[in-house]
């Protein structure tokens, strides 16, 4: 069975940082772009940062300078580091995995919580 799994969301300050993981089974990681995607309460998902199987790497405006995706091939992985989170970052965070391109997604994640609050 193929599956995406992600791990790593809790409840945080404004300022604080998580890291998450996207960790893949029944398939390897290394030749896919995965992107995290995210949904806010009310509103569409959007693509928050994707790394290509080259290993582009590229972010929304939204979070540039303070989210950073990263692979770990041995244990098939991909991290979203998220420093200096604000309020307008909570939602449900998804990886996805694509064998074409960055922006779709062939395999998904069931999705792990994010929210800032203080």
């Known amino acids: 069975q193929l599956q995406l799994v992600e791990s790593g969301g809790g409840l945080v300050q404004p300022g604080g940082s998580l890291r998450l993981s996207c960790t893949a089974s029944g398939f390897t990681l290394d030749n896919y772009h995965i992107m995290w995607f995210r949904q806010a309460p009310g509103k569409e998902r959007e693509g928050v940062s994707c790394i290509s199987s080259g290993g582009a790497t590229s972010n929304v405006d939204s979070v540039k300078g303070r989210f950073t995706i990263s692979r770990d091939n041995a244990k098939n992985t991909v991290i979203l580091q998220m420093n200096s989170l604000k309020p307008e970052d909570t939602g449900v965070y998804y990886c996805?995995?694509?064998?074409?391109?960055?922006?779709?997604?062939?395999?998904w994640g069931q999705g792990t919580q994010v929210t800032v609050s203080s």
């Open positions: 996805g995995a694509s064998v074409e391109m960055c922006g779709m997604a062939d395999y």
